[in-house]
């Protein structure tokens, strides 16, 4: 698809990459993402980032407004879009991820005449739970997206599973406008960690097997589904929760019910409920002997490629894109989603097989290497610019 010509002649693109999330306010995979991406593709084209919340070095920070104090948080997130926009002019293409952007991104395509490329992380159809956390402000999240997808100039989405769920929950978005590039890793910075400090800051016995969960506490990543199927796990195995943020009151409660249950039942439950650092659950993940992600729905999961770049075998969920990134029998084993059995016999079968374990979590950081790097993805990313503005 190509616009009214937006190119500088004989000049470098000038791109805006507009999020919610950039260092060093990164909770989800989406600021993850955009922080690698923004690395590789500053190389390419002339880049600002634009991103929400406190003021940064690095990024164009935006706040919403004053007089939205104690306002639903959806539409202090608009607020903060509209300060967002009104920043853009100038800018060729603009490029928003999540909803928490994607207006941003809609409006200012719409007020400059420029192309809008919006990557779709997850989709608000498919996440019916958040209205548990954002109330009626879930009707306006919403709203959001779908302007924003069913007008963009391109959609990107992190997987082929990503791709079909676009066409399902829009059916208006014509299928030439979605374009899949996929999440990535960087494999030098995610690398086995032979080290052990960080396992004896938290009480992780590196002689015990273990599986691991890394992730935030929503509805949307099964935490209560690997809590129930822990009950099942062989007696000497731990778990090592890296949960926080959760997203209600309910769900704290929930997982928080659980995990004491466990704890008494059985020995081994560590709970790590604060966000570490990067370099600390690169080392809980190397020593792993499975990573667990039972996602009830998952785009694509860049954790899945953080724990394989680690060297750790992944037992995952069956459901959006994580197939596409754990090979099956490979480089772990895909159970259906929401079923704390089919996860514990998993769990237990590599908990049996260290051996085979390893051998898996060795053929994923090679297939993570080999597949999955954040220069393949900027370059990806830079040729749907230079088409768009042709």
């Known amino acids: 698809m ?6 500088p002649p004989g000049g470098r693109l000038k791109v805006a990459l507009l999020t919610r999330e950039y260092p060093p306010e990164v909770y989800g995979g989406a600021g993850v993402h955009v922080d690698y991406l923004a690395r590789e593709l500053a190389a390419r084209v002339d880049l600002t980032v634009h ?3 406190g003021d940064r070095p690095h990024a164009v920070a935006h706040q919403p407004w004053d007089r ?3 306002a639903n948080p959806a539409l202090q997130v608009m607020s903060a879009d509209l300060s967002m926009t009104a920043a853009l002019a100038g800018t060729d293409l603009v490029h928003s991820h999540t909803w928490y952007a994607n207006l941003a991104g809609h409006l200012a395509g719409q007020l400059y ?5 919006m990557t779709v992380h997850s989709l608000e159809p498919l996440r019916p739970w958040k209205a548990e956390q954002l109330g009626g402000g879930y009707a306006l999240s919403s709203w959001c997206e779908r302007v924003a997808v069913e007008s963009a100039t391109a959609v990107v989405a992190v997987s082929d599973g990503m791709r079909a769920d676009v066409l399902a929950a829009y059916p208006a978005v014509r299928p030439e406008r ?8 960087d494999a030098r910075e995610y690398a086995p960690d032979p080290q052990t400090h960080v396992l004896q800051r938290y009480g992780v016995d590196p002689y015990r097997p273990t599986v691991i969960f890394v992730g935030r506490i929503t509805r949307q990543k099964g935490l209560p589904v690997l809590l129930r199927a822990a009950a099942s796990l062989v007696p000497e195995a731990q778990l090592v929760l890296c949960a926080g943020q959760p997203d209600t009151t309910e769900l704290a409660a929930e997982v928080t019910g659980l995990v004491t249950s466990l704890q008494t039942a059985r020995s081994g439950v560590i709970w790590i409920p604060e966000m570490l650092p990067k370099r600390e659950v690169i080392q809980l993940l190397s020593h792993a002997t499975a990573f667990a992600i039972p996602s009830l729905y ?8 953080e724990a394989m770049a680690c060297g750790t075998a992944v037992v995952g969920s069956r459901v959006g894109g994580i197939p596409e990134v754990v090979a099956d029998g490979d480089t772990g084993l895909l159970v259906p989603a929401d079923d704390p059995a089919a996860l514990a016999a998993a769990l237990n079968s590599l908990l049996a097989e260290p051996g085979r374990a390893g051998a898996m979590g060795a053929a994923g950081r090679k297939r993570a290497l080999a597949e999955f790097s954040w220069d393949t993805i900027a370059a990806q990313t830079a040729a749907l610019y230079a088409d768009l503005t042709r």
């Open 68 to 70: 939205l104090a104690g």
């Open 51 to 53: 991103c929400q919340g």
């Open 298 to 305: 998952e785009p694509l999961g860049i954790v899945n490629l």
């Open 2 to 7: 190509t616009t009214s010509g937006h190119r």
């Open 113 to 117: 005449g420029v192309p809008h490329v």
């Open 178 to 185: 979605i374009h899949v590039i996929r999440n990535g890793i």
